[in-house]
């Protein structure tokens, strides 16, 4: 039988992530570098390191057992799987942003508001629920900048101590959706390999907290 296995999200969740699977006796065998598949200390379990985007793509497809990633990520993919833990870190917030001189929440004369975000699905779900048409503009890299080049009047973004908005002229307007690492699960996975599901949820789960 194959390992089981684990996607892991790279960037700022990557390191917290193998701190938790480490404390629990899930270790990290090796560095990643530039090796995507990594042994774990129990020979029964691997893991893959990708980008967080990517990570409930592969879970939801069966290409690994379970991940981790953010609550932006989730909502904004719509994957189809479960969500068992909340991990306790990774704390953040995806909110709106502009300008302080910039009129919100509607600008001056009904003029329609362009938003850059890499987060379209969310940004429309959240104006749409308000009632507020806009324009989405998806970026994929910095959006911070997309105010100062007159791309566009607001940004939506993930926002942590709200540095980067300050350092870039930007003030916070709303918030979206409160964010953290999640645990992830292929559906058929949970059912499938259940003993190894169970295990890896209840090691976890010490110092984590079910998802509601």
């Known amino acids: 039988m194959t390992p089981f296995r684990i996607a892991l999200p790279k960037g700022r969740l990557f390191e917290p992530t193998i701190a938790l699977f480490a404390a629990q006796g899930l270790g990290m065998r090796g560095e990643p570098g530039r090796r ?10 691997e893991f893959l390191v990708v980008k967080p985007g990517d990570v409930p793509t592969y879970v939801e497809s069966g290409a690994a057992d379970i991940g981790v990633t953010g609550t932006d990520v989730l909502r904004e993919t719509g994957a189809d799987v479960l969500e068992p833990l909340r991990l306790g870190f990774g704390y953040c917030r995806l909110a709106v942003a502009s300008h302080p001189e910039t009129a919100y929440p509607h600008l001056d004369g009904g003029f329609t508001a362009r938003v850059a975000t890499k987060y379209p ?18 970026i994929s890299g910095s959006v911070e900048v997309a105010p100062l080049l007159g791309l566009a009047h607001w940004i939506v973004d993930l926002v942590d101590t709200g540095r ?10 709303e918030t979206i959706l409160a964010c953290e690492a999640t645990m992830v699960a292929n559906r058929a996975s949970q059912k499938l390999r259940l003993d190894t599901y169970l295990d890896i949820v209840s090691r976890l789960s010490r110092r984590s907290r079910l998802s509601p």
């Open 121 to 138: 699905r969310l940004t429309r779900q959240h104006f749409a629920s308000v009632g507020r048409a806009v324009e989405v503009v998806p």
């Open 164 to 173: 980067t908005l300050r350092e870039n002229g930007l003030v916070e307007r």
């Open 36 to 45: 995507l598949l990594l042994p774990s200390e129990n020979p029964q379990i």
